[in-house]
């Protein structure tokens, strides 16, 4: 697994916060600084940095199918994990916590991970991060009150990736020029029950070069999957 950026800071503060989020089977993989933050009018006030969390791969999936959430057979069990823990985080930090579920309106969280310099639009236009590949989810944020120094953004992944092979993974070629194609998507996963898909993930995602190597759990990708049907 290619190190993280954002833990590549030396001592507290940003370590410390790694650290403990790691510790709930999380990883910060994008964020903004002081000047992002002070740029934008979709923070809460008195933001001075904003932290961006993604499931910590490939720990995250055990814990999380064992957790009450997905155990007590009601709804949105990942949605509802993630309120608990990063609700409970963010009390403990006196930050705020913000989601990219619970809308309508919803959080730009999009915007926000490609305006840190973090993560990137991909030629298939899913954003890609340097860690994650295509499987950059964000699954919560803390808006901190206080400023943390971050370390400079690697640069664009898919730049030193010259055959590009998210282009043409789809069997469906749901991914082109005028973005994606939902409908060929639904309608090709309906149609084949079993398909690598279904069972692994999105082709595509898979595809990409960084994502073999980011510990995403086939069971994982096909939760998500089966979500999305």
């Known amino acids: 697994m290619a190190p993280d950026p954002l833990s590549a800071a030396k001592g507290a503060p940003l370590a410390v916060l790694e650290h403990q989020a790691r510790r709930r089977h999380l990883s910060i993989t994008a964020a903004l600084d002081a000047d992002q933050c002070a740029a934008r009018d979709d923070l809460p006030p008195g933001t001075q940095t904003l932290l961006m969390l993604s499931p910590d791969e490939p720990a995250f999936w055990p814990m999380f199918t064992a957790s009450p959430e997905f155990l007590d057979g009601q709804s949105d069990p ?34 926000w991970a490609l305006a840190s310099g973090y993560a990137h639009s991909s030629p298939v236009g899913m954003l890609v991060h340097a860690q994650a590949g295509l499987f950059l989810s964000f699954r919560g944020a803390l808006a901190l009150t206080e400023a943390i120094t971050l370390p400079d953004p690697p640069a664009h992944p898919c730049d030193a990736c ?36 279904m069972t692994q993930g999105c082709r595509a995602r898979r595809a990409c070069p960084i994502g073999k190597t980011y510990g995403r759990l086939n069971s994982h990708s096909s939760y998500h999957m089966s979500q999305f049907l």
């Open 162 to 197: 010259p055959d590009r092979p998210c282009l043409t993974a789809c069997p469906v070629n749901a991914f082109g020029p005028e973005g994606y194609d939902t409908t060929s998507c639904r309608t090709y996963l309906e149609a084949l029950p079993g398909n690598d898909c």
């Open 78 to 111: 990942m949605d509802r994990w993630s309120t608990r823990v990063i609700g409970e985080w963010a009390e403990e930090l006196g930050a705020t916590p913000l989601f990219p579920f619970g809308g309508p309106p919803y959080q730009p969280f999009i915007g």
